[in-house]
């Protein structure tokens, strides 16, 4: 069982960063894949990156690839996304997914208790 609370988010100027983290419950962490996905009014959910139990597979969205960076630290079960660059039509509001499949998690498909509440990204311009 997994619990994935996010924070981090904010308002910020267009060309601004920031740092989302992810920290989940559970033991069995280490084990899972996890995945940033963001949802903005009026769209479908997207994901934007994901990274293996491990840590040494990645993958991004073509948007957001040179800009976002997803990294996890098992010790402290938490995951992160460093956002650069951000630009006005990355506001939206971001997720946490986790499951065991690494495909499961970037086609959006994590059981639906696997995913955290969201936290808002608001990029000026």
């Known amino acids: 069982q997994v619990q994935l609370v996010e924070s981090g988010g904010g308002l910020v100027q267009a060309g601004g960063s920031l740092r989302l983290s992810c920290a989940a419950s559970g033991r069995t962490f280490s084990s899972y894949a996890l995945g940033w996905f963001r949802q903005a009014p009026g769209k479908e959910r997207e994901v934007v990156a994901a990274?293996?139990?491990?840590?040494?597979?990645?993958y991004y969205a073509d948007s957001v690839k040179g800009r976002f960076t997803i990294s996890r630290d098992n010790a402290k079960n938490t995951v992160y996304l460093q956002m650069n660059s951000l630009k006005p039509e990355d506001t939206a509001v971001y997720y946490c997914a986790a499951d065991v499949s690494m495909n499961t998690v970037v086609a959006g498909r994590a059981r639906g208790d696997y995913w955290g509440q969201g936290t808002q990204v608001t990029v000026s311009s």
């Open positions: 990274i293996s139990w491990s840590g040494g597979g990645t």
